[in-house]
Each structure stands twice: as structure tokens, then as C-alpha cells.
């Protein structure tokens, strides 16, 4: 019985301490959540950064290929594609349908309420380039990977 107990409130201490953690999702907010705090980074970015408007670039080839070919493009030419709250369409999620902050940065949602560096990426590698930037795509698509190109 003693144990049984035990066993209760320690689990029951778990759970209140660890709640808020499953209970808040990262998800992906879009670009323009970004914008309000982050003016500058925004204005150069979509300014200056290629991928700011990449979804253009297979739009233009969506009549040449297949509907299994363009959805894979969709892993590198929008945000978040394949993950919770990420892109789904251009219909259902517009905002996501470009590669936004959110693609080096991570799901943006906790951030924006809690404006806390700690809730988003902020040390980017290129380990998180090479998602997209792989060699194959390098090649097949003849682009070098910018870790600085125009976000910052």
C-alpha cells in the first residue's frame, strides 16, 4: 500500500511539473508572426534571401511533373511540410507556402508568446542547411548553400 502510494505521488508530481511541456506544442506560425519583433531580420530576408519566395520556382513546374514529384518539393520549398502544423496546401496554409524563418529557426509558436530566446533555435549550423542543401540537390539543381544568404 505504502508503495502504491508512492508510486501515485511521484507520478502525480511528474506530471504537474512536466505538464505545460506536453502541453505545448511547437508549431509553425509563418513568417509574418516573425515580423513584428524581428523588422529588420524580416525586411533583409525578404529582400535579399533566394528562398524568400522559392514556392514561385515549382509552381512554375508543377504542370511538368507528376503530383507525387511537386509534393517533394514542397520538403525544401516551403516551412515545415510533413510536420505538425506545418505546410499543407496554398489554400490551408499560405503563410507556410515559402521557406520562412521557421525552417533554421524551428516551430516558432512558443517563442512568439513567450518572446524567450530559449524557444527557438538560435545557434544555426550546417546541420540544419543540409536538410535541403544536400549534396544530390546541389548537384541536380547546380546551388551552393549560403548560410548567411540574405536571412540575417
Not at 518539393?73 to 520562412?100: A, I, M, R, W
Request: glycine share 6%; proline share 5%.
Amino acid at each position: 500500500m505504502r508503495f502504491q502510494f508512492m508510486t501515485a505521488l511521484i507520478t502525480a508530481l511528474f506530471f504537474s511539473i512536466s505538464w505545460p511541456v506536453f502541453a505545448e506544442e511547437k508549431k509553425f506560425v509563418g513568417i509574418n508572426a516573425c515580423r513584428d519583433c524581428h523588422e529588420e531580420q524580416y525586411d533583409t530576408f525578404m529582400k535579399y534571401s533566394k528562398k524568400a519566395d522559392s514556392f514561385l520556382e515549382i509552381k512554375k513546374m508543377e504542370k511538368s511533373l507528376t503530383s507525387e514529384e511537386y509534393a517533394e518539393c514542397f520538403e525544401c520549398h516551403t516551412t515545415g511540410y510533413g510536420k505538425p502544423g506545418g505546410f499543407v496546401s496554398e489554400s490551408q496554409t499560405p503563410d507556410l507556402k515559402n521557406p520562412g524563418c521557421e525552417v533554421c529557426h524551428g516551430p516558432g509558436s512558443v517563442h512568439v508568446e513567450t518572446e524567450d530566446p530559449d524557444d527557438i533555435i538560435t545557434e544555426i549550423t550546417m546541420d540544419h542547411c543540409v536538410v535541403c542543401h544536400d549534396k544530390g540537390r546541389i548537384d541536380e539543381f547546380n546551388f551552393t548553400p549560403l548560410v548567411y544568404s540574405g536571412a540575417h
